[in-house]
């Protein structure tokens, strides 16, 4: 009951050695995570807490462990070129937590992506969880509780509060994915919502965007015509001002485009009950799964 | 990042993008100087600062217009001497203006015709794409809601660059005579390569001109640079001018802050960008009006939170403060002690609400509620941006 990753999911940790990325991979692995290897160039050969074997490079490790995911915490100046890696190797999904890697690297690693069958999540991203089976990320996993709602986010954050909102109410999420803050990353919201779509044990969505770009707008227009389960959204960044960048690098509203007024016009014309505030994500959800909204 | 006219014409002369010749100038003396060293008794005096509008501002001293044309370098001197040091309003600056630091002596060009081109970052495509348009001179914004016809589009390839038949392509959709092709086809050109090399997310020529003599020159340019990508530029890292900032942000930004300033008198406190966004929005769904954004990230450390109560206790405006966190990575526990320590630290003038969630929670909760210090506790956003709604409005 899931999406992209579960129990089967045999995990690469790129930057594994570093203090971000031990860190995380330890809890990853505490919380059930298959983690069956690291990369850290220079540092091939070493043994990770005694457990996972590290490698030089991401081909020696999916030679070695058959490893078909991988999380990247490689620093912003070296994360495009571990993408690349992660793609070059076979690796079939690669999820890149690592935040400020420049617009123009990313716009390179998009454009080699182009035909290849790995996917890509993020950048600047939390991550993706299946509760109860595979935490890949920085996501706290004790907020999350299996169930059948899928969660799409561009934030971190306020993910976390959304899920929060549902597993205090009772409901579990089947997969939590944040796609990331920037301008130029891999899955859409679209994607997200698409698999989620095809997932007979996702019943409901939460779809969670923020000013900038269309991307809200275009997975909207898809919803509209072909998708038949219930889905809440929430817009962040109605009180932004215009021309400056909040935080995330693509939530910019510029030249007009992009503001919340505008998404959230578009998920309501698609049918997508439109959370007013933050604190009633979830319960916007449920009250559009009672049929009372 | 943004910077100045006179720096922006300097890079892209870099790149061989013809401009009108000038020289930057801090006195009056030094304008004079610059004026004499063009040879020209064409010249025009231009107030350098971040914003638009510049030639139909006013200073505060009233005297108006931050653009003003002229025959001799004493001329030039004593326009100068009226703009240095003083305060220009635009419709850009807001009603504080900016001082200006730095005037432009350039020579003044005849205008044939005025073109808009720029080359910005698609985040549909995922490269870089070229918007044009015939109608020079004016903002984009006011050429795409009048005149939208009028506005080219033409993508660049990311791997593959900026190809020589698009500059030609452009030029003639531009309306370029074919004595001028070459001139047009070359700045455009200059103009991808200044993008590329500098890791713009815009790079903005407007107006180009064509002279009567049927020279192509860029009249105004303005830059915008990927943050993400400065470490990679210590060149234009020097470029950058505090003194047009913010000076709350440019104290964030000494700490690893990430702050905006606005207009409200709500001050806010949270981690991650997208809660600091949705904390502003449901501030305002409940009446009151956010003072910032201010997004301390998901390894904050104490010093960082005090260091950031600091920057929100010193906005007079400020009336009341919204701490907000959903912890994850970041203990609620810790939080809390910043939190104690920097309210010991800075002597609180407003009213504070704190709401904490997630990680070691009940730690957080338990250390504010023994520490005795004056704190409005709350329960859940909802609650939280209601109660401190209802402060603001108490201490007005």
Redesign the interface.
């Known amino acids: 009951m899931s999406i992209l990753v579960d129990k089967n999911t045999r995990l690469v940790v790129q930057g594994i050695t570093g203090s971000a990325g031990g860190f995380h991979a330890r809890q990853c692995m505490e919380y059930g995570t298959n983690v069956v290897a690291g990369v850290t160039p220079g540092k091939g050969g070493q043994m990770f807490d005694g457990k996972v074997p590290v490698f030089d490079t991401v081909w020696e490790a999916r030679q070695e462990t058959g490893c078909n995911v991988s999380v990247i915490f490689v620093p912003a100046a070296g994360a495009a070129d571990g993408i690349l890696e992660a793609v070059d190797a076979g690796v079939e999904l690669v999820i890149c937590i690592t935040e400020g890697i420049p617009v123009i690297d990313m716009m390179r690693v998009k454009a080699q992506m182009a035909g290849k069958k790995s996917r890509l999540i993020g950048p600047n991203c939390p991550g993706i969880i299946t509760p109860g089976a595979c935490k890949i990320g920085i996501m706290p996993g004790y907020i999350h509780k299996p169930g059948k709602v899928g969660v799409i986010s561009r934030s971190g954050t306020l993910t976390y509060e959304a899920v929060w909102q549902l597993t205090s109410r009772g409901y579990g999420q089947s997969t939590c994915i944040g796609i990331g803050g920037d301008p130029i990353n891999g899955m859409s919201h679209l994607d997200a919502v698409k698999l989620f779509n095809d997932d007979p044990d996702t019943d409901s969505m939460i779809l969670i965007g923020e000013i900038g770009g269309s991307a809200e707008e275009e997975a909207a227009e898809w919803i509209k015509a072909n998708c038949k389960k219930a889905v809440a959204a929430f817009i962040a960044g109605a009180t932004a001002p215009p021309g400056r960048r909040m935080g995330h690098a693509g939530a910019i509203v510029s030249g007009g485009k992009g503001t919340a007024a505008g998404k959230i016009e578009a998920l309501k014309a698609a049918g997508i009950a439109v959370a007013e505030t933050p604190a009633t994500m979830a319960d916007t959800l449920i009250s559009r799964m009672e049929g009372k909204a | 990042m943004n910077i100045h006219e006179y720096q922006a014409k300097e890079l892209l002369q870099k790149f061989g993008v013809a401009t009108p010749r000038g020289k930057a100038a801090s006195t009056p003396a030094e304008a004079e100087q610059a004026a004499r060293e063009l040879g020209t008794d064409n010249l025009v005096v231009k107030a350098q600062i971040h914003a638009g509008g510049r030639g139909k501002g006013t200073f505060a001293n009233g005297f108006k217009g931050g653009v003003h044309l002229c025959k001799s370098p004493v001329e030039a001197r004593d326009l100068a001497a009226k703009m240095l040091g003083q305060t220009l309003v635009t419709h850009q600056t807001g009603p504080a203006g900016r001082v200006v630091n730095k005037v432009l002596i350039a020579e003044s060009a005849e205008i044939a015709r005025e073109i808009y081109f720029a080359i910005l970052?698609d985040?549909?495509t995922?490269?870089?794409i070229v918007v044009a348009s015939t109608e020079g001179g004016v903002e984009?914004?006011t050429v795409?809601e009048k005149s939208p016809e009028k506005i080219l589009r033409e993508k660049i390839?990311?791997?593959a660059g900026f190809q020589a038949h698009q500059g030609r392509k452009l030029a003639k959709q531009l309306g370029f005579e074919t004595s001028q092709l070459k001139a047009a086809a070359k700045l455009f050109d200059g103009l991808y390569r200044t993008f590329?090399a500098c890791?713009c997310?815009m790079a903005e020529v407007n107006p180009l001109i064509v002279t009567p003599q049927g020279e192509v020159l860029a009249l105004d340019a303005k830059f915008n640079f990927?943050?993400?990508?400065l470490?990679?530029h210590p060149e234009l890292a020097g470029l950058r001018d505090i003194a047009e900032e913010d000076p709350r942000e440019v104290e964030a930004s000494k700490h690893g802050l990430?702050y905006?300033g606005?207009d409200g008198n709500i001050a806010c406190l949270?981690?991650?960008?997208?809660?600091?966004?949705?904390?502003?929005?449901?501030?305002?769904?409940y009446g009151g009006s956010?003072a910032n954004?201010l997004?301390v990230g998901?390894g904050a450390t104490e010093e960082q939170v005090t260091e950031a109560f600091k920057i929100l206790v010193s906005d007079a405006k400020v009336k009341a403060i919204l701490v907000n966190i959903?912890?994850?990575?970041m203990k609620c526990d810790v939080i809390a002690q910043g939190i104690i320590d920097a309210v010991k630290a800075v002597k609180l003038p407003v009213p504070l609400v704190v709401r904490l969630?997630?990680?070691n929670v009940e730690a957080g909760k338990k250390l504010i509620a023994e520490s005795g210090l004056p704190v409005i506790t709350a329960d859940?956003?909802?609650d939280a941006?209601q109660k401190v709604v209802a402060a603001a409005q108490g201490a007005k």
């Open positions: 970052l985040r549909a995922a490269g870089p984009i914004e795409a390839h990311p791997l590329m890791d997310s990927d943050d993400n990508a470490y990679r990430n905006i606005l949270v981690n991650g960008a997208g809660l600091a966004m949705a904390t502003m929005d449901i501030i305002k769904f956010p954004f997004d998901g959903f912890g994850g990575i969630e997630g990680t859940d956003l909802g941006a």
